[in-house]
């Protein structure tokens, strides 16, 4: 799976919008990109998946360029509740098989 | 359906002693994973089941680690012989996989064991 790379951590206030933004030089043909949402003491949760261009749901967007070598992640408006880490994956389609997760980026929201 | 459950959430337990864990996914999946994911870590894939076939292994899990899920239902975890460098959260997670269909992996709420 391809290896991909994304900032430790960023901060924020609520309200604003925030953007993380990952790498994926290597991704191939036909790998995929999906977001996970990790809080404390819990298991990660599925927040978006997009294969190019722009994909957006309740929770956020996806923005992926044509080249699909990065991807940015788009939270709108953030609140204090979206404090987590935010892992950036690259494979298969929904990755039925195992998922590969990198560090992550620590998003910090401040009031 | 209140989605993957796992049992404990939280084991301390000393060196040397076996310990099991317990996954119940969400009742229609027929895939089961589990990770292990240290402090600051991301997740670390560990093995998965189709129903109740363990289809891969990670070479993370060494001879002390084993796994099954009996009738394709419940899955259990067990690692005997504990050592200090065990100590990790243990994630399950199960997802729905029929023929050209595959959906996302659902987490549960882990198990954080702690070997003294």
């Known amino acids: 799976l391809a290896k991909t790379t994304q900032p430790i951590s960023m901060d924020s206030y609520e309200g604003q919008e925030v953007n993380i933004t990952c790498s994926h030089n290597n991704i191939a043909t036909n790998d995929y990109i999906t977001w996970y949402q990790q809080f404390p003491s819990q298991g990660p949760r599925f927040i978006i998946q997009g294969y190019k261009t722009k994909v957006t749901n309740e929770v956020a967007s996806l923005f992926i360029p044509a080249d699909r070598k990065s991807s940015t992640l788009s939270l709108p408006r953030v609140s204090l509740s979206d404090t987590a880490v935010y892992y950036c994956?690259?494979?298969?389609?929904?990755?039925?098989?195992?998922?590969?997760f990198g560090t992550g980026t620590r998003l910090q929201v401040f009031p | 359906d209140t989605g993957v459950s796992q049992d404990p959430r939280h084991k301390i337990t000393k060196r040397g002693q076996n310990v099991t864990f317990r996954c119940d996914p969400i009742s229609e999946h027929n895939r089961l994973y589990w990770y292990r994911q240290t402090l600051g870590q991301g997740p670390e894939f560990l093995t998965y089941f189709q129903n109740e076939a363990q289809l891969e292994k990670s070479r993370l899990l060494s001879d002390r680690f084993s796994a099954e899920r009996p009738k394709g239902s419940f899955s259990t975890l067990e690692i005997q012989r504990t050592e200090q460098g065990d100590s990790a959260m243990y994630l399950c997670a199960s997802s729905l996989d029929v023929g050209d269909t595959s959906y996302e992996q659902y987490f549960g709420p882990g198990t954080r064991l702690t070997v003294t």
């Open positions: 994956l690259v494979g298969p389609f929904y990755n039925t098989d195992k998922l590969i």
